[in-house]
C-alpha cells in the first residue's frame, strides 16, 4: 500500500527462511565488542533504542568507518547478500527493477519500553531510498509529513515481516515509532522485543 508518495509499505514481504536468515545475522553482528549500543545524544540524553551498525558507524548526528562513541575498532562490513536482499525489497515495492546498492544497514532493538522520536534522516549524503524490514513483536510506526513534526501524520502497524521502502518526496518526512506492541510477536522466530533493520545508501 502506497501510504505517501514514495513510501510503500508491503506487510509480510519476509519468508520465514530471510527472517530467520536475518535474526540469526543479527546475532552474529551484535558482537560484545561492536555490540548493541543506546547512542548518547549531545543534549544528555539517551536513546532507548539499542543500534548496532553495519557498513557505517552512525552516532549522533554522523557517519564513520570506526565505533567512534564506544572504542574506537572498526565497523561490521555490510554484507552483499543484504545488498542483494535491498535491491529486491525496492524492486518489488515500486513494481519495477530498479539499480539499489545500499553501503549501511541501522540495526534497532526495542524492548517493550523503548520508542523512537519523531525525527528527518538526514546523515546520508544521498537521497536513494531507505529499506525497513521489521522482525519481532509489532509497533506503531508514525509517518508525518516533510515540514515539521506536527500533524498531519499516519500512523501504521509495522508487524514481523513487513517491508517498507521511503523514498522520493518520503525520504525527507518525519517519522518515528510511538509504541512497540509488546505479546505481538512471532511465534516462529527466537526473538524477544522487536528488530527493524534499515538498509540505506551513504553516498559517501
Ligand atoms: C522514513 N527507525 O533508524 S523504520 C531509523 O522502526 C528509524 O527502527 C525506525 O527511524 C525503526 O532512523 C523506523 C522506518 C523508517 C526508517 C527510515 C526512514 C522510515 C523512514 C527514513 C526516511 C523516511
Ligand atoms: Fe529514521
Redesign the pocket.
Known amino acids: 500500500a502506497e501510504v505517501a508518495p514514495g513510501?510503500v509499505h508491503v506487510p509480510d514481504w519476509l519468508d520465514l527462511e530471510t527472517r530467520r536468515r536475518l535474526v540469526a545475522a543479527c546475532r552474529e553482528w551484535a558482537t560484545p565488542r561492536a555490540g548493541f549500543r543506546a547512542a548518547r545524544l549531545p543534549n544528555g540524553g539517551v536513546m532507548s533504542?539499542r543500534?548496532v551498525c553495519l557498513g557505517w558507524h552512525w552516532y549522533p548526528y554522523k557517519y564513520s568507518k570506526t565505533i567512534d562513541d564506544v572504542d574506537g575498532a572498526p565497523v561490521t562490513p555490510f554484507p552483499g547478500w543484504l545488498a542483494e536482499l535491498g535491491q529486491r525489497a525496492v524492486s518489488d515495492a515500486y513494481g519495477a527493477a530498479v539499480e539499489y546498492q545500499p553501503d549501511i544497514a541501522?540495526i534497532?532493538h526495542?524492548d517493550s519500553a523503548a520508542k523512537?522520536g519523531l525525527?528527518?534522516?538526514k546523515d546520508e549524503a544521498s537521497l536513494e531510498p531507505?529499506v525497513?524490514l521489521?522482525l519481532g513483536d509489532a509497533?506503531v510506526?508514525r509517518?508525518g509529513n516533510t515540514e515539521h513534526r506536527g500533524r498531519p501524520w499516519t500512523d501504521v502497524e509495522?508487524r514481523s515481516g513487513d517491508l517498507?521502502v521511503?523514498g522520493g518526496p518520503?525520504?525527507?518526512?518525519?517519522?518515528?515509532?510511538t509504541k512497540t506492541l509488546p505479546d505481538h510477536g512471532d511465534p516462529d522466530l527466537d526473538l524477544s522485543g522487536?528488530l527493524?533493520i534499515?538498509l540505506?545508501v551513504s553516498g559517501f
Open positions: 513510501a533504542v543500534t541501522l534497532n526495542y523512537m525525527h528527518q534522516d531507505v525497513s521489521s509497533c510506526f509517518f509495522l517498507f521511503f518520503s525520504r525527507l518526512a518525519f517519522h518515528g515509532v522487536r527493524n534499515t540505506r
